[in-house]
């Protein structure tokens, strides 16, 4: 008996290796792959400082160094004592500041006034004094100063007058005038009196 040689069956088997060839091929092309990387930026960050001075002295509860500090004694009705305060904006951010005062005087004997008298760096008035709201609006009469028993809760000391700036830049300095009158009305011997006034930054 003589065996046939299929053609079909070789030509079937070649066709199914040259398949797996190409197959073969494929995993090896999609085995690796490129990648790449850019730094787009390397930043540093540092937060501003908010820097409140008032006569050089620094940080909460800051005692004026200035004649404010002074104990006011020896006042008859009618006087007056004043003590300046230079305050700055010492730190590279802007800020804004109010005022707050409390008091006591039980015989009613005593007012202040608190108010603007010059501008020593960056931007501010030009005309002086400038008032502070709830502060007093003038020296000379018992009826132009502030209770020194009534607080005042917040009051904004202003970069500009007229309520058209706030802001304090950085390097802002003005001078600020306190001044304690005994009302010409007192008839108490030796009143006693007392005054705090604080001040508040805000960025």
Known sequence: MKLRHD????????SAIA??????????TTGATFT???????????????DLKANGGDGPNQAWTGSLAAA???MKPGDEQSGTVSISNAGNLPFTITSSTTGTDASGCYGFYFRETAVTAGTGNTVFP???TGMGTAIGADGTVAPLATSVAT??????????DAIWEAGDAKTYTLTVRMKSTCAT???PGTLNVSLNATQ
């Open 36 to 50: 790449d990387q850019v730094t787009m930026a390397q930043v540093s960050v540092t937060g501003g400082s908010l």
């Open 7 to 14: 053609t079909r069956f070789g030509k079937i088997l070649l």
């Open 19 to 28: 398949v797996g060839a190409v197959g073969g091929l494929g995993v090896l």
């Open 189 to 191: 011997n030796a009143a």
């Open 72 to 74: 006011v004694t020896g």
């Open 155 to 164: 009051s904004t000391l202003l970069d500009v007058t007229a309520g058209t």
């Open 130 to 132: 400038n008032n502070v």
